[in-house]
């Protein structure tokens, strides 16, 4: 039945975001172990915003580069492909997320400064830990959130409701989305990511970051997803309505081999790389 109301609700959004076929084809070249430097080039060129910021990127001081990158296949090569795919993703997203989303009492720009804290720290995370692929992590950190975007609109319907059940019920926001719609925003996110055919550890990054312990594909990456969200929640960054901060889940504890009293050190240096943000905001 909850799966019902989500499909519906899903195939019935007008606004549910299309990934540009661009993009698509950007994430095929970074995937694909045959296409060269030249493959990915090419496509960049194709859009202009994106050529500029990757040769913004490369020439800003956090990689310290001594001689002037003026050309898409240097960056390629100096950046790799994997924080190509992040840069073109982010910036294909980043329209998606400026927007107010008032059912969560976010200011407009406000989802996306916090997607942003929440990718750079997964991204961090995922290195501390020693997890094989940290772009995978920052672009699960971006989009754990997305679904928010899709279900403002019922939430706001709902407002009422759902505040009542926060401020009376002594549940949290995400538990009371559930209870009075079916279903949470990071399910909606999942199905977001799945309509984008993005691999399926991704799928559930997004669609299990409340509850990394039902994770089956890459408990890993969910747990460091799970565990950047909370940071990002308590740091707070824009909270909005759903800033209630969210319990470390002891099973993503464990998976990362953390111990909750590494948290505290954890926090802290999240917050350092965040004051540093301006460095790397793309
Ligand atoms: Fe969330």
């Not at 925003?185 to 990054?205: D, M, S, T």
Request: hydrophobic share 40%; net charge negative; aromatic share 8%.
């Amino acid at each position: 039945m909850k799966d019902a109301r989500i499909e519906h609700i899903v195939a019935r959004v007008k606004d549910m975001p299309v990934l540009p076929s661009r993009l698509n084809r950007i994430m095929d070249i970074t995937e694909d172990p045959d296409s060269t430097v030249e493959d990915l080039e090419g496509e960049i060129l194709l859009d202009q915003s994106l050529t500029s910021r990757i040769l913004r990127l490369a020439n800003s001081a956090h990689y310290g580069y001594p001689r002037k990158i003026d050309t898409i296949s240097q960056a390629v090569i100096l950046l790799g492909f994997q924080t190509i795919k992040s840069m073109a993703l982010a910036s294909t997203v980043n329209k998606m997320m400026t927007r107010e989303l008032s059912g969560y009492a976010l200011a407009k720009d406000a989802l996306w400064t916090q997607s942003q804290t929440c990718a750079i720290i997964s991204r961090y995370i995922a290195r501390d830990v020693g997890f094989g692929n940290p772009e995978k992590a920052y672009i699960g950190g971006l989009l754990r959130d997305i679904g928010k975007t899709i279900l403002n609109h019922y939430v706001d319907k709902e407002y009422n409701a759902i505040s009542n059940r926060v401020k009376f019920g002594k549940v949290s926001f995400l538990e009371a989305e559930e209870e009075i719609l079916g279903f949470n925003h990071a399910q909606v996110g999942g199905r977001i990511a799945e309509k984008w055919n993005f691999p399926i550890e991704l799928v559930e990054a997004i669609g299990l970051h409340h509850s990394p312990e039902r994770s089956t594909e890459d408990p890993k990456l969910v747990s460091i997803v799970h565990i950047a969200d909370s940071i990002t929640m308590m740091i707070g960054i824009s909270i909005g309505a759903d800033g209630l901060t969210y319990p470390f889940s002891p099973f993503a504890l464990h998976e990362l081999g953390y111990d909750p009293k590494d948290m505290e050190q954890l926090i802290s240096r999240s917050h350092d790389l965040i004051v540093d943000m301006d460095s790397f905001n793309l």
